[in-house]
């Protein structure tokens, strides 16, 4: 797995404010990840009140309608910590580049509690269908 490039980040995060929020969670995503959500239009929108961040698509025509939808990036603590102690040659052979193993996707609005995803494309795949059906 090849962690997000610096320039990836300023493309996801282009504001000063969000791009710092949680930077150091941030810098632990893959750049496939970080490339699957400026692809899909996703950009940062974290908040200092947040314990993770997030990102959503802006859409104000969406917004006008409904409560904006996030999809939060969370450090599954126990998958790195775990991972910590792996060995790394187990980690070498792997043909896995996502950072599946030490996040997990929540969506967040305001209609209360969403379940946590293991796949980004997942959380993609709600996110949009979430934001479909305010449409």
Request: glycine residues 2%.
């Amino acid at each position: 797995m090849s962690l997000v490039t610096a320039l990836t980040l300023c493309q996801l995060s282009p504001n000063p404010v969000t791009h710092w929020e949680h930077f150091k969670v941030k810098q632990m995503m893959s750049e496939e990840s970080a490339q699957k959500l400026l692809t899909a239009g996703f950009v940062d929108c974290s908040y200092s009140n947040d314990e993770f961040p997030s990102f959503w698509i802006n859409d104000l025509e969406v917004w006008r309608r409904a409560d904006p939808v996030g999809l939060m990036v969370i450090l599954d603590r126990d998958s790195s910590d775990s991972s910590d102690s792996s060995d790394s040659s187990d980690s070498s052979d792997s043909s896995d580049s996502s950072d599946s193993s030490f996040f997990k996707y929540s969506l967040v609005d305001g209609s209360g509690d969403h379940p946590l995803l293991d796949s980004l494309d997942q959380a993609i795949s709600s996110y949009v269908q979430r934001c479909s059906a305010l449409t």
